[in-house]
């Protein structure tokens, strides 16, 4: 790892600055821009716009890229701010009040309106409903389900808007984009693969576009093909951030039946990134013993297949290594796909390939088909690569075969 | 030259052929002159004689045509109930025609069959003892469970003497006319320690550059693994980069094949050659201990290793700070 400046994630280096630049949706990026001219010639019968759809597709982006193409300030919220009656009236308030200071016009945004809950932002919600009651200036509403029950009197006083998830194509395209940017030459097979496993999300697709390419300069399908045995990244990301940065020892372990993934895989992932949010010698070290910990009762486990040792792992690979450091951020640190199961998946052939080789030799060496690969492969292969023709008389007299002798060749680079 | 590996052309065929563990050949030719021989468990490391010593054994017992006498199995290949309910069952079951009374059945790696399967071979062992008899090969004895264990022989298997390894690394040599110095056997007893199939892995991968076996050539051909990159390794972590440490530890269990054990085997000799305080030295002795043990527990080598790395990290951190 380099220790240049520290990342910027993909998705807000290359955010659209104007809505040409959003991709799909056109239809309602058309509606919306109809709905805002129209509060040109006056205020409008629908003073609120009530933009909905799945995460990730562009709905927020599209909003900001509409500001800078209009010319306008965006008042927003969203859920990382209280949004109770008071808050809301002040935003409000502040919003229409600085109106004709400045040369500015304004739009009041309320992003991630379903992340606004009954208690914490108590008469939030029929806040909302006066100011677009009272507005003299455009409203945009912003959610994933429009059709909440709670959203009922929203919807009967907005425009409706929905925003669709993108298609392969769109996607595939926006990841080319990028890469031509950042210097990547890119496999189109390994883009529209990334684009394929995002479901249309494409805030997904670029960050794992970045996981995967950024610091490379080509990107081959077999660089990402082995994603296809892992589980949604937006699950296992947040899940991962639910451990390292855990509030109590309990929320560290509630993370793991968040996940779709196998407890196995999960311990991959933690230990892979440990260093990297880790930086402090006695924390990693601590951090380390205690993933270590989890593997120890994994590897027991697995021995015994006594399932009473998977509390055990739980709780070393959560609570255990959120509470050997301080669990405080230092900037954005993007999480790294387990280089172990990366190089453990390599695909179903080639591992069948290698067992067939392990066999024959196990059979010449009185040795079983995984203790052959480990401790007499190596040693033919460096004999192939130095005498060619000395390794493939010893090859042949271990039963392998031409192809096989290919793939031993290939396989060590 | 001859085109085969050297650790099965110079495997011993008899047991007079056989390489020290003198107290086991002793026991085993007693088998041999009374036609009988126990169940028995042959534990040890990696490369020390147990396979052969069974081979050996049926070979002396049975003679030239012993193969018709006995099967060989590998546990780790076929661990399943089923290889044992049907496979040894029908071997085991029927009586040999000639002077000795059962047949041999070895079972390699035994230490990797299941709970389950262990079970069922207990009581294929006990049922069928008349006809059959079993050698069961094992690195780790206290794997196979106390009911098997007690109904055998036991015979410990150790790694060889360095005199030994070196006076068949010569015997090699001198018969496939390979040249070879005194620090070429030095460094390859240094990186095989006692493991007669890795010492002879390495000659010979080493001999197939047609030059002389040197230690440069050995550590320059085989050893990508050698001693320094290990080091280098440690001295990484000592100055505080984890991750380009553990980098190296990931080249040098993929790229160069080398084992957790023989990783763990150099970590522990250079800890002490370490310029670094002595109560930080016993630590990661202590530490070292522990991979060691959770690696027979069926821990994972990389990850335990990576545990190992990290504490090195810290002591070259509390280091510093005490100078500061």
């Known amino acids: 790892m380099s220790s240049k400046s520290p990342p910027v994630p993909w998705t807000l280096k290359y955010k659209p600055k104007s809505l040409s630049e959003v991709i799909g949706n056109e239809e309602s990026k058309k509606k919306i821009i109809e709905w805002l001219r129209s509060w040109e010639k006056g205020v409008p019968e629908k003073k609120a716009l009530f933009i909905y759809g799945p995460p990730g597709i562009g709905k927020t982006a599209t909003v900001e890229a509409l500001a800078n193409d209009f010319n306008m300030e965006i008042i927003m919220t969203d859920a990382s701010t209280y949004r109770t009656e008071e808050t809301v009236r002040r935003l409000a308030g502040r919003a229409s009040q600085l109106g004709s200071l400045f040369g500015k016009k304004k739009l009041i945004v309320f992003d991630e309106i379903d992340g606004i809950t009954g208690t914490a932002d108590t008469g939030g919600l029929s806040e909302i409903i006066r100011v677009i009651e009272n507005t003299r200036i455009p409203v945009i509403l912003i959610a994933n389900d429009a059709w909440d029950p709670r959203f009922a009197s929203l919807r009967n006083i907005s425009l409706l808007v929905e925003f669709k998830r993108l298609s392969v194509t769109e996607v595939t395209k926006h990841l080319a984009r990028i890469c031509a940017k950042e210097g990547i030459i890119a496999e189109e097979k390994a883009l529209k693969f990334i684009a394929e496993r995002s479901s249309g999300d494409v805030r997904s697709a670029v960050l794992d576009l970045q996981a995967l390419a950024q610091g490379k300069d080509r990107l081959t399908y077999d660089d990402v093909s082995w994603l296809a045995a892992r589980d949604r990244k937006e699950e296992i990301f947040n899940v991962l951030r639910m451990i390292f940065y855990a509030k109590s020892a309990t929320s560290a372990k509630m993370a793991v039946n968040m996940a779709d993934v196998d407890i196995d895989m999960l311990l991959e992932w933690i230990y892979e990134n440990i260093p990297y949010h880790i930086k402090n010698p006695p924390e990693l070290a601590a951090a380390m013993d205690a993933i270590s910990k989890a593997d120890l009762y994994r590897g027991m486990l697995k021995e015994t297949g006594d399932y009473t040792f998977l509390r055990y792992i739980i709780d070393w690979m959560t609570a255990g290594v959120a509470f050997s450091w301080s669990r405080k951020a230092t900037g954005w640190v993007p999480f790294k796909f387990p280089e172990r199961v990366k190089t453990a998946s390599a695909t179903k052939e080639e591992r069948e390939m290698l067992e067939e080789i392990g066999r024959r030799i196990g059979k010449r060496c009185h040795l079983s088909s995984s203790r052959a690969i480990v401790e007499v492969l190596p040693y033919l292969t460096i004999i192939l690569h130095n005498n060619p023709k000395m390794g493939k008389r010893i090859a042949r007299w271990l039963n392998l075969t031409d192809e096989m002798i290919e793939f031993i060749m290939k396989r060590a680079g | ?324």
């Open chain 2, 1 to 324: 030259m001859g085109y085969e590996l050297w650790t099965e052309k110079y495997r011993p065929h008899t047991l007079d052929e056989m390489i020290d563990q003198d107290e086991i050949v002793t026991r085993l030719k007693s088998f041999v002159k009374a036609k009988n021989v126990p169940h028995c468990i042959f534990a040890g490391p990696p490369g020390t004689g147990k396979t052969t010593a069974a081979l050996c054994l049926a070979h002396d017992l049975y003679g030239e045509n012993y193969r018709e006498y006995i099967m060989e199995l590998n546990a780790s290949d076929e661990r399943g109930i089923n290889v044992i309910r049907e496979t040894v069952k029908t071997f085991a079951r029927t009586k040999p025609i000639g002077e000795v009374s059962f047949k041999l059945l070895i079972l390699d790696e035994a230490d990797n069959m299941t709970d389950d399967a262990q079970q069922a071979l207990r009581r294929t062992m006990e049922r069928y003892s008349e006809t059959a008899r079993f050698i069961l090969i094992a690195n780790y004895s206290g794997k196979i469970i106390e009911p098997i264990q007690s109904r055998c022989a036991p015979f410990r298997f150790t790694y060889l003497p360095a005199e030994a390894v070196a006076n068949r690394i010569k015997y090699i040599c001198e018969r496939e006319k390979v040249e070879i110095t005194d620090d070429g056997i030095e460094a390859i007893i240094e990186l095989a320690g006692g493991d007669l199939r890795k010492t002879l892995n390495i000659l010979q991968t080493a001999a197939s550059t047609g030059k002389p076996v040197t230690a440069d050539l050995v550590y320059a051909v085989v050893g990508k693994a050698n001693p320094a990159e290990i080091r280098d390794m440690m001295l990484t972590a000592l100055n505080g980069d984890f991750i380009a440490a553990r980098n190296k530890l990931r080249e040098l269990t993929r790229k160069y094949g080398l084992a957790g054990t023989d990783i763990i085997r150099q970590l522990h000799g250079e800890v002490f050659r370490l310029n670094i305080p002595d109560n930080w030295k016993v630590k990661l002795a202590d530490v070292i201990g522990e991979v060691d043990y959770r690696l027979v527990r069926g821990a994972t080598e990389e990850i335990q290793l990576s545990a190992l790395l990290a504490k090195l990290v810290e002591a070259g951190y509390e280091m510093k700070k005490s100078l500061r």
